[in-house]
């Protein structure tokens, strides 16, 4: 499972808001991770931090940092 203890009927959901938080955040690299984990529907940002990287395999101040070095390249 994505994420210990989440129902199976719950993971659909996860990944949604996961990659709405993702987009958000490749869209502007600047968005502060609380922000983007509330405004997909996390209560938590720790919970947040956890379930994105478990997810994408590196966290979402590493995935920040590495589209703003992108983006600051094009």
């Known amino acids: ?3 210990t203890g989440v129902q199976t009927c719950a993971l659909p959901i996860l990944r949604l808001r996961l990659s709405r938080a993702q987009a958000m955040i490749k869209n502007d690299p ?4 609380k922000v983007a984990a509330y405004e997909c529907g996390f209560s938590s940002a720790t919970h947040f931090a ?3 990287k ?3 395999n590196l966290s979402p101040s590493v995935y920040a940092a590495r589209e703003a070095l992108r983006k600051a390249g094009e």
């Open 1 to 3: 499972p994505l994420v």
């Open 54 to 56: 478990k997810n994408f």
């Open 50 to 52: 956890m379930a994105f």
């Open 30 to 33: 600047l968005t502060p991770i």
